[in-house]
């Protein structure tokens, strides 16, 4: 297809200060002293992503934390999460931490004993540079912080730091009614993900000590890389097929049908397929596991280098392809999945050490950590988006002559969307036919 014009992608959509009398009698949406802090909107591609060696291993570092995470949410289903989202909701939380709950933040995240000066920094590199590889692909990274104004206020320093580092702003709204916070939460998220991601809280997920909500909106659209006159792949190639379960059902899913010298490897146990958005920064990455049962490919992936992995992949054949046209969405509590993954004192309200975030003091833990993802993939391209909410709570409340190659996509396979130059995973999943 022919590139598409340049996209406005980091939009001004943050809103602001959302003043609710006591009673609850205003409307969610009134918004009043409008606050202009936004993402960065880039204007000129840049050739890469510039990572320093330090910076390279906190990529490394947070692909495997990537992975782990995988491997804890799969349940036999399919499954659609952010770890890029996660990953600036939690460091925007971490500066409100101290000691060992700063600590167990960090080492989750992958900075170890570099510090949270270190994963500002990284943070806000990647903000402003992954939207930049390829203009031709719409990317918008957004952070917000909605604040309990009938108690509290954010400390300057923290506010200064997310602010400079996460390009957040913070709201200011009364709490007095969980449904007016859970519609205010809802419409930042479908603001910034361009209406793909509308109801991510419920009134239920409001705690009556909720503080504050720390934000994170990841939004993607790219088509796949092609021309009008020649593009991946067509609508009419598309036909209904057998898909195999785990369990070894079977059922019939539209299958999307190409083939190209794409990026293709052939591993122990699996093979690894990568597609071409736009202008090839990005990919969406397949790796589709010899048996039907993706459970020893999830154990295997966090202990592998995904630089390694991709840096693997040959363009030395013709490969065909098959692939399921899909939408998935999950809305996940990840509270017991972080918790087991090493994150356990910020759960804890006696003792997490919140600190540096909120005045008056009162005694603050993370109460949940939810998050919505979706991914339509298609013809056309994938659209995908994904929304992190952290909960901090208060204590009152406890073509030509090649060989060929086949990659039939018939059976769970797991999937990723990562951006090449610096080889960071934005989404990730499992696509089981169910």
């Given at each position: 297809?022919?590139?598409?014009?340049?996209?406005?992608?980091?939009?001004?959509?943050?809103?602001?200060?959302?003043?609710?009398?006591?009673?609850?009698?205003?409307?969610?949406?009134?918004?009043?002293?409008?606050?202009?802090i936004a993402s960065p909107t880039p204007t000129q591609q840049i050739s890469k992503v510039s990572l320093t060696t330090q910076q390279q291993g906190y990529v490394d570092a947070g692909n495997r934390m990537a992975f782990r995470l995988l491997q804890k949410l799969y349940e036999g289903e399919s499954i659609i999460c952010s770890p890029l989202s996660l990953q600036y909701a939690l460091a925007m939380t971490a500066n409100g931490a101290s000691g060992e709950t700063l600590q167990e933040i960090i080492d989750f995240l992958g900075y170890g004993q570099d510090g949270i000066d270190a994963l500002n920094?990284?943070?806000?590199?990647?903000?402003?540079?992954?939207?930049?590889?390829?203009?031709?692909?719409?990317?918008?990274?957004?952070?917000?912080?909605?604040?309990?104004?009938?108690?509290?206020?954010?400390?300057?320093?923290?506010?200064?730091?997310?602010?400079?580092?996460?390009?957040?702003?913070?709201?200011?709204?009364?709490?007095?009614?969980?449904?007016?916070?859970?519609?205010?939460?809802?419409?930042?998220?479908?603001?910034?993900?361009?209406?793909?991601?509308?109801?991510?809280?419920?009134?239920?997920?409001?705690?009556?000590?909720?503080?504050?909500?720390?934000?994170?909106?990841?939004?993607?659209?790219?088509?796949?890389?092609?021309?009008?006159?020649?593009p991946m792949f067509?609508?009419?190639?598309?036909?209904?097929?057998?898909?195999?379960?785990?369990?070894?059902?079977?059922?019939?899913?539209?299958?999307?049908?190409?083939?190209?010298?794409?990026?293709?490897?052939?591993?122990?146990?699996?093979?690894?397929?990568?597609?071409?958005?736009?202008?090839?920064?990005?990919?969406?990455?397949?790796?589709?596991?010899?048996?039907?049962?993706?459970?020893q490919l999830l154990s295997l992936l966090p202990t592998l280098s995904w630089n390694d992995l991709t840096s693997s992949l040959t363009r030395n054949a013709e490969v065909f392809v098959r692939l399921p046209k899909f939408d998935l969405e999950n809305k996940y509590e990840l509270k017991p999945t972080l918790s087991a993954l090493g994150i356990q004192k910020a759960f804890s309200p006696l003792e997490a050490v919140f600190d540096r975030m909120l005045n008056p003091y009162n005694g603050f833990y993370v109460g949940s950590v939810i998050q919505k993802a979706k991914i339509s993939v298609a013809e056309w391209g994938t659209e995908a988006a994904a929304v992190t909410v952290v909960s901090i709570r208060d204590y009152a409340v406890a073509p030509g002559e090649y060989p060929k190659i086949y990659f039939y996509a018939d059976h769970p396979f797991a999937f990723v969307i990562g951006e090449a130059t610096s080889g960071a995973i934005l989404f990730e999943g499992i696509y089981t036919g169910k």
């Open positions: 297809m022919k590139a598409t014009k340049p996209l406005i992608l980091l939009t001004a959509c943050l809103m602001a200060t959302l003043a609710c009398n006591e009673t609850g009698g205003d409307k969610p949406g009134k918004i009043d002293d409008s606050i202009t920094a990284y943070s806000k590199l990647m903000l402003n540079q992954l939207p930049a590889v390829d203009l031709d692909v719409a990317l918008k990274l957004t952070d917000a912080l909605l604040v309990n104004a009938d108690k509290y206020t954010l400390l300057p320093a923290f506010k200064q730091t997310v602010e400079g580092n996460y390009y957040a702003a913070a709201e200011n709204m009364s709490f007095v009614s969980p449904e007016q916070i859970a519609a205010r939460i809802n419409d930042w998220a479908k603001r910034n993900t361009e209406g793909f991601l509308d109801k991510v809280m419920d009134p239920q997920d409001i705690s009556i000590n909720s503080a504050a909500f720390l934000m994170n909106a990841l939004y993607f659209k790219a088509r796949w890389a092609g021309s009008d006159d020649d067509l609508k009419d190639g598309t036909q209904d097929e057998k898909f195999t379960r785990t369990d070894g059902s079977t059922v019939q899913v539209p299958m999307m049908n190409t083939s190209g010298l794409f990026g293709y490897a052939q591993k122990d146990g699996y093979k690894v397929l990568a597609l071409p958005y736009a202008n090839g920064k990005f990919f969406m990455y397949f790796l589709l596991p010899d048996s039907k049962d993706p459970t």
